[in-house]
């Protein structure tokens, strides 16, 4: 997926570990989005930036944090890892439609032990 | 607040027969619609969307879905299901209030039977 790289692909972390899941555009969009995929509830918005230095809450914040300190980069940070953060999390930027349609990056799946 | 409801987790046709998958949005109007295709061990990607005008929408692999606005639906469908096409689909529309923020349904996952 162009446009849009995340790493890792995978992690096993134990329960109070930290990490940082990094996304990075090279579409320079002032929007970038995380999202976390659960089995069986599809994709839930976690925070979203609508430019460098500008960070919202989305509908399931708790447990994370994000900086957004330049255009390209839009890392998401779990401080404490718990089980409940065991998921498939995916970047996301417009495309050029201005329609609200997003590009995602491959996904970074996180599983917390 | 917008809202996506997406009826049945899994749905299994055989190869060959007709592909529905249901969406339903609530609330006022959106802009837009969207249906999107995650294959397995993969991320999304767009299968088709709706903006303007028709309200027959097609898309990649043979699938189309029709904008209902009296039904508040965006059903997704195909003719003639192939193997190929086992995978979770997902409607999706914008939020109200900008940000370009999307809603997701909870997904229906295809199987395709031989």
């Known amino acids: 997926n162009a446009g849009v790289t995340q790493t890792p692909k995978f992690r096993i972390l134990k329960i109070g570990q930290s990490m940082t899941l990094q996304c990075t555009q090279d579409?320079?969009?002032?929007?970038m989005y995380w999202y976390r995929q659960d089995p069986g509830m599809g994709l839930k918005l976690i925070y979203y930036?609508?430019?460098?230095?500008?960070?919202d809450k989305g509908e399931v914040p708790n447990g994370y944090n994000v900086s957004r300190s330049t255009t390209e980069d839009f890392p998401l940070r779990l401080e404490l890892a718990a089980p409940s953060q065991t998921s498939v999390y995916f970047c996301?930027?417009?495309?050029?439609?201005?329609?609200?349609?997003?590009?995602f990056g491959e996904g970074s799946r996180l599983t917390v032990l | 607040a917008q809202s996506v409801t997406q009826l049945g987790s899994h749905v299994s046709v055989s190869e060959g027969a007709l592909v529905l998958l249901r969406c339903n949005y609530s609330?006022?109007?959106?802009?837009?619609l969207f249906w999107y295709v995650q294959y397995p061990n993969q991320g999304l990607q767009l299968l088709l969307k709706?903006?303007?005008?028709?309200?027959l929408v097609k898309g990649i692999n043979g699938f189309e879905a029709e904008f209902k606005k009296s039904e508040t639906s965006f059903h997704l469908t195909k003719p003639s299901a192939h193997m190929s096409d086992a995978a979770e689909y997902f409607c999706?529309?914008?939020?109200?209030?900008?940000?370009?923020?999307?809603?997701f349904g909870k997904g229906t996952k295809l199987t395709v039977n031989p």
């Open positions: 996301a930027i417009p495309t050029s439609s201005n329609t609200g349609e997003l590009f």
């Open positions: 579409m320079n969009h002032n929007y």
């Open positions: 930036s609508v430019g460098a230095g500008i960070t």
């Open positions: 609330s006022s109007v959106p802009p837009y």
């Open positions: 709706y903006t303007t005008g028709a309200t």
């Open positions: 999706a529309v914008p939020t109200q209030g900008g940000s370009e923020k999307l809603v």
